[in-house]
């Protein structure tokens, strides 16, 4: 979507395998947005004071609900946007270790620090700021809100989410397990809302912070909203990860790697590799049998188990990545195979591979959000790396390299939130993710995640008699 446009989406499930409407929802109208955030702000009250100890048994329960139903929801999240059932009912599964992790963990992360000083006791308290807004993307239905979700809840906060427009039964089965996992009622609710509707949550007074993850647009308006109203917000936005493969690789695995890293979830992942920057030396072979796999992958069904490559979720994504493989190549790109979308019902697009890609075509300049990968050549290690940092994202990057010195200038100058030496990028719970630039700010997962939205209060405590030191500040 471009910057600062809002596209006003039905509310609706539409099979991108068949390009059926399956079912249409009727957004909330402001009197019952008021009354879900009315809800949301009583139920914090009580919610905050609970113990770790009931907010972990209800999110282990949640995590159980996730494992036991892992075929039907991943069911879900294919009839929705279309990822191959068996990455859906794997989705499942990881955000139950998410749940699990923020269990075993939460209540460590948000312990009282205790801070020597001029006090007779100083010490940190971590504590929940209230309603949250949670504004979501469709690639990953149920990943990306329970990564959210599950520390925020541990901590004490509590949810309304907007998720997007094409998922919204996906939205629901997700209020439905926090609900049957025997959280209290209104701690996570679902706003079916368009995005039109999402700055009259955020102008809310009792809503006290936002995150969003989504396209660089939506940042734009949803960090633009939220800082006129001073409320702090976590933005995951778009990525062009580059994938470096250096001579030294070992280059079967790389290529292998490098396919299933663009190819993920049909393509439409954040941290999907986008461009693959190539020293001139490995380049050929890698351009060959790069192409070679790619033409292999099977582009089918999503619901069938030998399908590599589903729909796209919606019809505008075929458009929007067909126009920019177009603008590439009417630019002077190359392409090695693909291009062109599949002559058959649904939203398919054939797994692509362009080079010599201008320097100011979209194909370069912007995120391809679908199975098409970019490749380059370069000379040396130097151009690699002003080549990776040649783009407004900074969100991930994967380089390929057995020599030291090497990995150890990537680690150091990429303009990255991640770097991962011959490996491709993915999320954990227990490691921070999040980017730089224009990829957001603020971090998920890990105790880095656990802490974005909590009140770090400094208590400062001074017994009759004692003197201080500093009165400054
Ligand atoms: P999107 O259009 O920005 O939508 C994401 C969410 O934001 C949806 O719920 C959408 O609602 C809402 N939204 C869009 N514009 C808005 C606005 N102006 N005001 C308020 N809400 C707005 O993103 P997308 O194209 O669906 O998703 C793909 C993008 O997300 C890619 O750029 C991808 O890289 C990024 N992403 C980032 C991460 C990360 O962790 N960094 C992870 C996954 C995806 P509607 O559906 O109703 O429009």
């Known amino acids: 979507m471009n910057d600062a446009e809002v596209l006003i989406m039905a509310i609706a499930t539409i099979n991108p395998a068949t390009g059926e409407t399956i079912k249409i929802f009727s957004p909330l109208t402001d009197l019952q947005i008021d009354e879900k955030i009315r809800r949301a702000e009583e139920t914090f009250r009580s919610y905050r004071q609970v113990s770790f100890a009931d907010r972990a048994k209800w999110m282990s329960q949640a995590a159980q609900i996730l494992e036991m139903e892992k075929e039907p929801l991943g ?8 990822k191959p059932f068996k990455a859906a009912a794997a989705e499942a599964l990881k955000c139950a270790w998410a749940c699990r992790y923020y269990v075993e963990n939460a209540e460590r992360f948000l312990a009282e620090m205790e801070v020597k000083g001029d006090a007779t006791r100083s010490y940190i308290r971590f504590q929940p700021l209230g309603p949250l807004l949670a504004v979501m993307p469709w690639n990953f239905p149920f990943w990306q809100v329970f990564r959210f979700a599950a520390p925020a809840l541990m901590a004490g906060n509590v949810v309304l989410l ?29 706003l079916l809302i368009g995005s039109e509707q999402v700055s009259r949550v955020i102008d809310d007074p009792r809503v006290r912070a936002a995150t969003l993850t989504g396209s660089v647009g939506a940042g734009r308006a949803i960090g ?14 778009g990525g062009s990860d580059p994938f470096i493969v250096m001579p030294s690789a070992d280059l079967e695995e790389a290529v292998k790697t490098a396919v299933q890293a663009r190819v993920i979830n049909n393509g439409q992942s954040c941290i999907a590799a986008k461009r693959f920057i190539v020293a001139e030396e490995a380049a050929g072979p890698f351009e060959r049998r790069f192409t070679e796999l790619m033409e292999r992958l099977r ?53 692509t591979v362009l080079t010599d890609i201008p320097r100011e075509t979209p194909a370069y300049r912007e995120e391809i959000f679908g199975p098409v990968a970019s490749l380059f050549r370069v000379a040396n290690i130097d151009e690699a790396i002003r080549m990776a940092n040649d783009t407004v994202f ?4 994967s380089v390929w390299t057995k020599n030291a010195m090497e990995r150890a200038r990537f680690i150091d100058e990429i303009e990255a939130g991640m770097v991962f030496v011959n490996a491709m990028v993915a999320s954990d719970p227990r490691l921070p993710f999040g980017g730089v630039k224009q990829s957001g700010y603020g971090r998920e997962l890990s105790e880095f995640g656990i802490r974005e939205f909590v009140n770090i209060k400094t208590v400062w405590i001074k017994e009759e008699g004692q003197s201080r030191r500093s009165e400054i500040e």
């Open 299 to 351: 582009v089918g069904d999503p619901m069938e188990e030998k399908t590599q490559i589903g729909p796209l979720a919606t019809a505008d994504q075929v458009k929007i990545v067909d126009e920019q493989v177009s603008a590439a190549v009417a630019a002077g790109a190359r392409l090695l195979t693909g291009g062109r979308r599949l002559d058959r019902p649904g939203f398919y697009y054939a797994p």
């Open 75 to 82: 069911r879900l999240m294919t009839l929705e946007m279309g």
């Open 162 to 190: 907007k998720h997007a427009s094409n998922v919204p039964q996906c939205a629901l089965a997700i209020e439905a397990i926090f609900k049957r996992a025997g959280f209290p009622e209104g701690i996570f609710q679902t």
């Open 394 to 397: 900074g969100l991930g990057s």
């Open 224 to 237: 633009g909203q939220a800082g006129q109203r001073i409320k702090k917000t976590v933005l995951e936005l």
